[in-house]
Nanobody, 118 residues
Framework: VQLQASGGGLVQAGDSLRLSCAVSGRSLSIYTWGWFRQAPGKEREFVGALTWSGHILSYGDSAKGRFTVSRDKAKNTMYLQMNSLKPEDTAVYYC????????????RGQGTQVTVSS
């Protein structure tokens, strides 16, 4: 499985931004798909996850109510819609995949930088 995130940039507080994650590989339905972020000096933080069928599994506390994960099967792309962005959302955002049932995330793509100015 290969993943490549894109769509990051510099936005102002209160703006919205949608990140994309192009995925490739075989048997995509056996994986759980997720988004993470990591800010400088902080640990990696879970943002949200879903199945390839589109079932939302969970969101991290910081994402609840503002962020939405989704996927487009036809485009082999996963999305992270971020609304009401705050300066504390500034981080490198990664998409990742793991075989369903596994604890550890097996695959991670290169991240995309999101910077939110106040």
């Amino acid at each position: 499985v290969q993943l490549q995130a894109s769509g990051g940039g510099l936005v102002q507080a209160g703006d919205s931004l949608r990140l994309s994650c192009a995925v490739s590989g075989r048997s995509l339905s056996i994986y759980t798909w997720g988004w993470f972020r990591q800010a400088p000096g902080k640990e990696r933080e879970f943002v949200g996850a879903l199945t390839w069928s589109g079932h939302i599994l969970s969101y991290g506390d910081s994402a609840k109510g503002r962020f939405t994960v989704s996927r487009d099967k036809a485009k082999n792309t996963m999305y992270l819609q971020m609304n009401s962005l705050k300066p504390e959302d500034t981080a490198v955002y990664y998409c990742a995949a793991k075989v369903r049932g596994n604890v550890d995330w097996d695959y991670r793509g290169q991240g995309t930088q999101v910077t939110v100015s106040s």
